[in-house]
Nanobody, 121 residues
């Protein structure tokens, strides 16, 4: 079984920083794109940042210049460095990865359990 485990969420004051981590484990053949999504109360899930297997990145306009996504392929881990946090960044953040499990041999979309990020004003 493949799973994604997230960590690093918490409570921070406006202007502060947090670093989220998401590690994939299990019988993995390969990992393609990885990314971070977030969902605030009463809103739809939205893409925050994504990164391809080759390191190409993209960001939502609302976080551009403040957040940085990166990955360590040797550790099957993706990170989200969040700086200059704003109250509107408050949401549950979900890790996502397109993974080909060893036993399936086709790409499947996996999600982490979610980690709460709360930014106080």
């Amino acid at each position: 079984q493949v799973q994604l485990v997230e960590s690093g969420g918490g409570l921070v004051q406006a202007g502060g920083s947090l670093r989220l981590s998401c590690a994939a484990s299990g019988s993995i053949f390969s990992i393609n794109a990885m990314g971070w999504y977030r969902q605030a109360p009463g809103k739809q899930r939205e893409l925050v940042a994504g990164i391809t297997s080759g390191g190409s990145t993209n960001y939502a306009d609302s976080v551009k210049g403040r957040f940085t996504i990166s990955r360590d392929n040797a550790k099957n881990t993706v990170y989200l460095q969040m700086n200059s946090l704003k109250p509107e960044d408050t949401a549950v953040y979900y890790c996502n990865a397109a993974i080909i499990p060893t036993m399936l041999r086709y790409e499947y979309d996996y999600w982490g359990q979610g980690t709460q990020v709360t930014v106080s004003s």
